[in-house]
């Protein structure tokens, strides 16, 4: 699996976007980038995935650079809710590992 | 349904204990996963079933034996563990693994703490 690297922690004020970046400079052709939040010891909750177009859903956008070497999640408007530690982690297809990387610790302030 | 169920919630016991934890899910789900989470760091991959085959063991001390006796049933039993095995244990399945374009769905975990 590649590797990811995320910042160890952000703040982010309430209400204000939140744009969380990772760097997979090693990610291959047929890998997914997927991105979890996990809320204080609960179970990761899954957000967002994509493999190469930029993709939006009800909780987030992901944007991935067009050399699939970084990729930014956007939450567009944080609550005091959204407060959690988030994972980037790639997924190669036809392959059983999904790794976490040592994720981002976000943290919304009001 | 689109829940994986963990059972206990939180489980204290000794070193000389026999315990077993639960995971369940009725999402038709063929892939099933074990992970270790110990505090403030990520979840690490302890074991993989694929069609209820142990498809991956990732050098796992075997006083942790996994059991999955059908598709939506997964048990971990624990027997003589220390405590540094203090840790959330999270369950996951996934769909297959062969689809990349699909996610891991977690349960909520369970809290081991070993006395």
């Known amino acids: 699996d590649a590797k990811t690297t995320q910042p160890p922690s952000m703040d982010c004020a309430e209400g204000r976007a939140a744009n969380l970046p990772c760097n997979h400079s090693t990610i291959s052709g047929n890998e997914y980038v997927y991105w979890y939040r996990q809320i204080h010891s609960q179970g990761p909750q899954y957000i967002i995935h994509g493999l190469k177009n930029n993709e939006t859903n009800e909780m987030a956008s992901l944007i991935i650079t067009e050399d699939r070497k970084s990729s930014t999640l956007i939450l567009p408007h944080a609550t005091l809710r959204d407060t959690a530690v988030y994972y980037c982690?790639?997924?190669?297809?036809?392959?059983?590992?999904?790794?976490f990387g040592s994720g981002t610790k976000l943290n919304v302030k009001p | 349904d689109t829940e994986v169920t963990q059972t206990p919630k939180h489980l204290v016991m000794g070193m000389t204990n026999k315990k077993s934890l639960k995971c369940e899910q009725h999402m038709g789900h063929r892939a099933m996963y074990w992970y270790k989470q110990k505090a403030k760091k990520p979840p690490e991959l302890m074991f993989v079933y694929s069609y209820e085959k142990l498809s991956i063991n990732e050098s796992v001390p075997s006083r942790f034996s996994p059991e999955c006796p059908n598709s939506s049933l997964l048990n971990l039993h624990l027997h003589a563990l220390q405590p540094e095995d203090s840790a959330l244990y999270l369950c996951?399945?996934?769909?297959?693994?062969?689809?990349?374009?699909?996610?891991?769905?977690f349960g909520s975990g369970t809290r081991l703490t070993v006395v």
């Open positions: 982690i790639v997924r190669v297809n036809n392959f059983n590992k999904f790794y």
């Open positions: 996951a399945s996934s769909q297959d693994l062969s689809a990349a374009n699909y996610g891991y769905t």
